[in-house]
């Protein structure tokens, strides 16, 4: 497209996988030059598609296959970049897909936007691929702009130290990595700036947060805390062997940190997480999850649960399932266990069927519904301060919908809030996935 002379192409994004690989995107985006860009959505045409991989599961690396011919059957003269997880992990098996331009590494992100102003088709792919290993500083750009409007995530974190027998994760991300505290608050100001007003840190271990540059994140989130940039301040997942009392307590004192709550189970099976290679036992992760519902009566408390590790017995199972019930959790994500090429458990004998995997999931699910749904219900008649996201219409009814301090979907009847307002709502009904109230007066 020609603008006076300049030319302007389409380029299209590709997210897959979590908050981390999120944000990654959203910051190239920012950093390619003002009016150069278009962004379209796939599966518009583009000139320049970027996939922003996952490698997780092995549904995610089919995905991401599946996003990789249609981008080349869209635009056959576009050109196609392959990035994230899986191109870091995978190189070699992204090579000998057709179409396939360039495949940059997780590090070498950082270099993203002068390839796209450069892309070309090439004959054979192009690999930009580091070791991930060698990569000691936190390389990550700040952003100002975020896809969604009240919530920003913000990336503190990279890299995981730890080794769970399941995860590929760390031969992806490579060691943990931190942003210095002075730059995390300048981020905030940024993003605060830009009229955020919940910011949720993120990092691929962030219970590491700090450890490589002589702090940590209790002490982050007490900067944070005294700093008062923003309203609302969110945590992402965190690792039930480093949620301390202390940081527990912080949380319940503090008047910035949302009462959520993260914590990856992965197993309640007491040999299972000896054979994840994870850093608690079953008892510990009740006995953090009872604190903090002790200490934060209206948290929300969430994790994830992995469905058919290698060997897992329909004992194993059970006890996974009977912790679950057991405990204060108040939602679950459940996640099949996929088989990882590279990690111990691919090595691992009785590797379950996609049958009782499919049925332990269904059942797990079931419970963490009941279990959300009752935590839903203890609301009603209770008002509770809403950052509002934007107009909802389900059912007759049109409204506005946002989320709560504590991890609450609420749609708002008849209200006609402005987006980025916290308002106050009575909790009057729960329907599926939602909290149903009303504005209250006062
Ligand atoms: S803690 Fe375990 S599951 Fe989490 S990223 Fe590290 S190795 Fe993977």
Not at 86 to 94: D, N, R, T
Not at 171 to 189: K, N, T, W
Not at 336 to 345: E, I, L, M, Q
Request: hydrophobic share 35%; net charge positive.
């Amino acid at each position: 497209m020609d603008r006076g002379g300049l030319i302007v192409e389409r380029i299209s994004f590709v997210t897959l996988g979590c908050k981390v690989n999120q944000y990654d995107s959203a910051a190239i985006l920012n950093m390619l030059p003002e009016g150069r860009y278009k962004e379209v959505s796939f599966p518009e045409k583009a000139d320049i598609y970027v996939i922003n991989t996952c490698t997780v599961t092995q549904k995610a690396d089919a995905e991401a296959r599946n996003f990789i011919n249609r981008a080349k059957r869209i635009n056959p003269d576009g050109v196609v970049i392959v990035t994230g997880c899986y191109a870091q992990v995978s190189p070699s098996e992204l090579e000998k897909l057709e179409g396939v331009d360039y495949i940059m590494g997780n590090f070498d992100k950082v270099n993203l936007t002068e390839v796209i102003q450069d892309a070309k088709p090439q004959r054979e792919a192009k690999v930009i691929v580091s070791d991930i290993f060698k990569i000691r500083r936190f390389e990550s750009p700040e952003i100002k702009e975020f896809p969604e409007r009240t919530r920003a995530f913000l990336k503190v974190q990279d890299g995981c130290n730890y080794r769970c027998t399941f995860c590929i994760i760390p031969y992806a991300r490579g060691r943990s990595r931190s942003l210095p505290v002075i730059e995390v608050l300048r981020r905030m100001e940024m993003l605060s700036n830009s009229g955020y007003k919940e910011i949720v840190l993120t990092g691929i271990h962030l219970a590491s947060y700090g450890r490589d540059i002589g702090t940590d994140l209790l002490s982050l989130l007490a900067v944070i805390e005294k700093a008062k940039i923003v309203k609302r301040v969110r945590l992402s997942s965190l690792d039930p062997a480093d949620t301390t009392e202390r940081l527990i307590n912080f949380v319940a004192s503090s008047e910035t940190i949302c009462p959520q709550f993260h914590l990856a189970l992965q197993s309640g099976d007491v040999d299972i997480l000896k054979r994840m290679r994870r850093r608690y036992s079953a008892d510990k992760f009740l006995h953090v999850t009872n604190l903090i519902r002790e200490k934060l009566p209206d948290a929300a408390i969430g994790t994830d649960i992995m469905v058919g590790f290698p060997g897992e017995t329909d004992k194993e199972f059970e006890n996974s399932f009977n912790l679950a019930k057991e405990s204060a959790l108040t939602y679950f994500h459940v996640f099949p266990y996929s088989r990882r090429k590279g990690t111990p458990a691919a090595l691992m004998q009785n590797q379950i069927s996609s049958q009782i995997i499919k049925s332990r999931s269904a059942s797990l699910r079931g419970l963490g519904s009941q279990k959300k749904n009752e935590f839903y219900r203890s609301f009603i008649g209770r008002k509770l301060p809403v950052l509002v996201e934007g107009p909802v219409v389900s059912g007759h009814e049109g409204g506005s919908g946002g989320t709560t301090p504590n991890y609450i979907s609420v749609k708002i009847i008849g209200g006609d809030c402005k987006i980025g307002e916290e308002v106050q709502v009575e909790i009057r009904e729960v329907v599926g996935e939602k909290a149903l109230g009303f504005l209250a007066l006062h």
